[in-house]
């Protein structure tokens, strides 16, 4: 029970606020349901509970062009929770495995 209460705690990654970066924020707003997003003056702050999907097909189709992941770098003034995953298709920000990943290596 712990386990799925921590989960829900808030990821944030918070994102310079440029023109290449409404896009990726507009892709990650796209497939993150209960982001909440707050701008600030050249900042932007993504906030979701537990955990934080950024997928590179959705930032190509908002970018109009080809993305790598490792572009990500260069957008983030910070980030709370951790990187879980990153690679060439998505980046995943959370406090860690996802509960369902740790209840089939239980069985």
Request: glycine share 4%; aromatic share 4%; charged share 30%.
């Given at each position: 029970?712990?386990?799925?209460?921590?989960?829900?705690?808030?990821?944030?990654?918070?994102?310079?606020?440029t023109e290449?970066?409404?896009?990726?924020?507009?892709?990650?707003?796209?497939?993150?349901?209960?982001?909440?997003?707050?701008?600030?003056?050249?900042?932007?702050?993504?906030?979701?509970?537990?955990?934080?999907?950024?997928?590179?097909?959705?930032?190509?189709?908002?970018?109009?062009?080809?993305?790598?992941?490792?572009?990500?770098?260069?957008?983030?003034?910070?980030?709370?929770?951790?990187?879980?995953?990153?690679?060439?298709?998505?980046?995943?920000?959370?406090?860690?495995?996802?509960?369902?990943?740790?209840?089939?290596?239980?069985?």
């Amino acid at each position: 029970m712990t386990e799925k209460i921590l989960d829900a705690r808030p990821v944030s990654v918070d994102l310079q606020e440029t023109e290449n970066n409404r896009a990726l924020i507009t892709a990650i707003e796209a497939d993150n349901a209960d982001l909440v997003i707050n701008h600030f003056p050249g900042v932007v702050k993504l906030q979701a509970p537990g955990r934080l999907q950024i997928n590179r097909e959705s930032v190509e189709a908002q970018l109009g062009r080809t993305w790598e992941t490792h572009e990500f770098q260069m957008a983030i003034i910070t980030l709370s929770g951790n990187i879980s995953e990153w690679d060439e298709d998505r980046i995943v920000i959370s406090w860690g495995p996802r509960v369902e990943d740790d209840e089939e290596d239980e069985d």
